[in-house]
């Protein structure tokens, strides 16, 4: 069983950044490819990047590519996503998740943590 817990999320002015990280606890870390979802209110939620065990392989939505960065530190068990040039568009309240694979879609993946919440004003 894997637990990942959020943090980093907060309010941010539009064009500003934000660094959220994903802390993965009770299971094998490398074991696992890690994706970032997000989920606004009365939206479904959505892909937003996933990073494979080793980093090497990384996968975005075009609405973020180019604006946002996963990386991971599996000697930390913690991914990571730089966020920048924020918009509004993006708030919502971000997931991690994990996966033994290489998923774009929510329903493939495993362990999700609680979410952590980006508010973004313009």
């Known amino acids: 069983q894997v637990q990942l817990v959020e943090s980093g999320g907060g309010s941010v002015q539009a064009g500003g950044s934000l660094r959220l990280s994903c802390a993965a606890s009770?299971?094998?870390?490398?074991?696992?490819?890690m994706g970032w979802f997000r989920q606004a209110p009365g939206k479904e939620r959505e892909f937003v990047g996933v990073?494979?065990?080793?980093?090497?392989?990384?996968y975005y939505a075009d609405s973020v590519k180019g604006r946002f960065t996963i990386s991971r530190d599996n000697a930390k068990n913690t991914v990571y996503l730089q966020m920048s040039s924020l918009k509004p568009e993006d708030t919502a309240v971000y997931y991690c998740?994990?996966?033994?694979?290489?998923?774009?879609?929510?329903?493939?993946?495993?362990?999700w943590g609680q979410g952590t919440q980006v508010s973004v004003s313009s």
């Open positions: 009770g299971g094998t870390f490398m074991s696992y490819a």
């Open positions: 998740a994990a996966v033994p694979g290489f998923y774009i879609t929510p329903h493939e993946y495993d362990y």
């Open positions: 990073v494979s065990w080793n980093g090497g392989r990384k």
